[in-house]
């Protein structure tokens, strides 16, 4: 079965920019979305179609998809930002999801 | 404005039954699909079945193919999760949601979540 694979934590000073990244095979042939989930809530879209934000997203929030890795960035990352991030593809109709990787802001 | 209000928290015994419950509201509710996401205590999200209203058209992870069953009732806009027989190994938060398309599309709105625990 299709894997998307993450990194399990990232850091990041206030201010900085952090880059999360999702691997997986010919990933970049499939639409990647992204997703912040803060503790005891649900999952919330930030990225689209490999880099399209919905309405109300913060343009800080970014996406892009090449090869087998899809990367979303956070410019000017602030500690509101500090969440799990979740990417997400289809894969024959089913869909996947990565590990998740725990965003620290400090 | 778009909702997914999904029912109560459930608390059950290990071999007991359970529906859970997701209504849409605001939007076409036949003209999206509908899917359901596990996510064990402290763990990341499993996709596990998604159905389309407008056809009933159904796919489910190989994960919980034969685990879960996904159902709808347009008539009510309600999309359901049911279990024949727990394990306490069900125990998680499960959220509904809803996406365009199951080849491209994205998970644009979610239900606040079903807590559901299974215990002896």
């Known amino acids: 079965s299709y894997e998307l694979t993450q990194p399990p934590s990232v850091s990041v000073s206030p201010g900085q920019t952090a880059s999360i990244t999702c691997s997986g095979d010919?990933?970049?042939?499939?639409?990647t979305c992204w997703y912040q989930q803060k503790p005891g809530q649900s999952p919330v879209l930030l990225i689209f179609?490999?880099?399209q934000r919905p309405s109300g997203i913060p343009e800080r929030f970014s996406g892009s998809n090449s090869g087998n890795t899809a990367t979303l960035t956070i410019s000017g990352t602030q500690a509101m930002d500090e969440a799990d991030y979740y990417c997400q593809a289809w894969d024959s109709r089913n869909a996947v999801f990565g590990g998740g990787t725990k965003l620290t802001v400090l | 404005e778009v909702q997914l209000v999904q029912s109560g928290a459930e608390v059950k015994k290990p071999g007991e039954s359970l529906k859970i419950s997701c209504k849409g509201s605001?939007?076409?509710?036949?003209?999206?699909?509908i899917g359901w996401v596990r996510q064990m205590p402290g763990k990341g999200l499993e996709w596990m079945a998604i159905i389309y209203p407008g056809d009933f058209d159904t796919r489910y992870s190989p994960s919980f193919q034969g685990q879960v069953t996904i159902s709808v009732d347009k008539s009510i806009s309600t999309a359901y999760l049911q279990w024949s027989s727990l394990k306490a190994s069900d125990t998680a938060m499960y959220y509904c949601a809803r996406t365009p398309s199951i080849t491209s599309g994205y998970f644009d709105y979610w239900g606040q979540g079903t807590l559901v625990t299974v215990s002896s």
């Open positions: 605001g939007y076409s509710f036949t003209t999206y699909w």
């Open positions: 010919k990933l970049g042939d499939k639409y």
């Open positions: 179609q490999d880099s």
